[in-house]
């Protein structure tokens, strides 16, 4: 058997330089009708295998990247070590805005709590080093043998998929960062501040999953016996390696899930009050043709609102709010029949098969916190304003900051159509389809296009509550959408 080793591309930047020359090897071709072929390429980049029988009539390629470890496995401390600066820029910021907030027993408890989250993050160079000498030496060691390949794969996997809620996650403290630094309120910034301990715990709770892939590592070069001689020396540095690591990241999230738990309620409760609560809605959305509908889609979102405002503002005077509305796309659903009902007279007498899927929703918590969030690929934040004044709230929902990922929230189809008109010819069709967003969604339930929402505010002594449901239809001569809100806001939060 012919088999040609073709360089289609680079990979990345470390991957330049001229195009490998194709490579043909051959290897015998077994009365079983099996081959097999040990090759390992010296250039990193995607490459394709093409096979020819011995014949000549028989051929089949496969595509393939080839990865350089040592490189990669660089790449990654790289990632884990702007994960733990960025955590460290979030609590810099934290202490910056609680020292400018007025001098009170709950500001100094709070600047007593952060310097042990401080010094606990001014150990991360070791960690990283750490980290870098355990994957190195892991790297090593299952490159060494074709064994080694299946552990690799899985675990560059677990890693990519890590590096890939990074970046995002990254992204969102930095721009957390921006938003704080521009806050002049002292409740503006307080909800920054809120918000930035949740982001470090999802920071942390990430960087946990790196731990995981050192100990996955570990455990399976229990499992490698009779591998090379260099094994033994290898496996003790990376070892020492992921012991740093994870005694760094074992304290880390229970000194910020402590120090977070005292600061921001203390805080937050001595300078400020907010509204806070549930907002769900709903969206059905039809499309018609000659009064026959042949596209129906809905949308299910769930998510929080939260409000808050100066304790010593004037009640008597019109009171301003400011905050947000994050929360999550939790279920789409798509019907259609568009190729029968569109292209009836085409298909007249022949096949459709298939069928079409809507995305994934992605179940909505609280827990995670505003900003976390928004790596799901449903999520949305939306800043929102308010004005509290003669028992109403007048909220204005401005242009959401992040909305569903347009390329994730699509109606996919795979069709085979075929008919007398196509000359019995069977074809294969696929296409996307968008759904609207959640901004959308909820500017057409309000008409918060038009204006502020208003909600009524009532006020028991113990609980002010505004709560309000919107129900709006918009219809136009071939589509129809229905478009379903409730908000429900308390003070304390419900």
């Known amino acids: 058997?012919?088999?040609?080793?073709?360089?289609?591309?680079?990979?990345?930047?470390?991957?330049?330089?001229?195009?490998?020359?194709p490579r043909q090897l051959t290897t015998?071709?077994?009365?079983?009708?099996?081959?097999?072929?040990?090759?390992?390429?010296?250039?990193?980049?995607?490459?394709?295998?093409?096979?020819?029988?011995?014949?000549?009539?028989?051929?089949?390629?496969?595509?393939?990247?080839?990865?350089?470890?040592?490189?990669?496995?660089?790449?990654?401390?790289?990632?884990?070590?702007?994960?733990?600066?960025?955590a460290s820029d979030e609590v810099d910021e934290i202490i910056r805005n609680i020292e400018a907030e007025p001098d009170s027993p709950a500001k100094r408890d709070a600047m007593q709590q952060l310097p042990e989250l401080k010094a606990a993050l001014a150990g991360r160079g070791a960690a990283v080093q750490g980290f870098h000498d355990a994957i190195i030496n892991y790297v090593a060691i299952f490159s060494s043998d074709p064994r080694g390949a299946p552990t690799l794969t899985s675990a560059y996997s677990q890693l990519g998929t890590l590096n890939r809620q990074s970046f995002i996650l990254q992204g969102e403290i930095n721009q957390a960062l921006r938003d704080s630094r521009k806050a002049n309120l002292i409740c503006d910034k307080l909800i920054p501040i809120e918000e930035g301990f949740k982001l470090l715990n999802t920071m942390f709770t990430l960087m946990s999953g790196y731990k995981a892939v050192l100990g996955f590592f570990g455990n399976t070069t229990l499992k490698m016996q009779g591998w090379k001689s260099s094994l033994p020396e290898l496996s003790t540095k990376a070892k020492a390696g992921a012991f740093a690591y994870e005694k760094f990241m074992g304290a880390l999230p229970g000194i910020a899930a402590k120090v977070s738990g005292r600061i921001t309620v203390a805080v937050f409760d001595h300078y400020c009050q907010k509204f806070e609560g549930p907002v769900n809605g709903s969206m059905l959305v039809q499309y018609f043709s000659q009064g026959e509908q042949w596209w129906q889609y809905t949308i299910n979102i769930e998510g929080v609102m939260t409000l808050a405002y100066r304790k010593d503002s004037d009640p008597s005077q019109p009171v301003a709010l400011k905050g947000h509305l994050y929360g999550t796309g939790?279920?789409?659903?798509?019907?259609?029949?568009?190729?029968?009902?569109?292209?009836?007279?085409?298909?007249?007498?022949?096949?459709?098969?298939?069928?079409?899927?809507?995305?994934?929703?992605?179940?909505?918590?609280?827990l995670a916190g505003a900003m976390a969030l928004q790596a799901a690929p449903t999520a949305f934040f939306i800043p929102v304003e308010a004005v509290m004044q003669n028992g109403k709230l007048k909220v204005t929902i401005n242009a959401a900051r992040l909305d569903f990922n347009s390329t994730y929230t699509m109606a996919r189809g795979g069709y085979v159509v075929g008919g007398p008109l196509s000359m019995n010819v069977v074809y294969f069709t696929t296409f996307e389809v968008p759904f609207d967003n959640a901004h959308g969604l909820i500017e057409k339930a309000t008409n918060s296009d038009l204006g502020p929402v208003e909600i009524p505010n009532t006020d028991d002594k113990k609980q002010m509550t505004a709560e309000k449901s919107f129900t709006e239809t918009r219809s136009k001569v071939k589509a129809k959408g229905v478009y379903d809100l409730s908000i429900k806001l308390c003070n304390p939060g419900c």
């Open 1 to 21: 058997v012919t088999i040609s080793i073709i360089w289609l591309r680079a990979l990345g930047p470390q991957s330049g330089g001229p195009a490998p020359a």
């Open 28 to 86: 015998p071709y077994r009365p079983d009708g099996t081959f097999s072929l040990t090759d390992v390429p010296k250039r990193e980049g995607r490459y394709r295998a093409l096979a020819i029988s011995p014949d000549g009539t028989g051929r089949d390629s496969i595509e393939f990247s080839v990865t350089d470890g040592g490189a990669y496995a660089a790449s990654v401390s790289e990632v884990v070590k702007a994960d733990l600066d960025v």
């Open 330 to 366: 939790t279920k789409f659903t798509v019907k259609e029949r568009a190729l029968e009902v569109l292209q009836r007279k085409l298909l007249q007498g022949g096949i459709v098969a298939g069928r079409t899927t809507a995305p994934l929703g992605v179940p909505f918590t609280r």
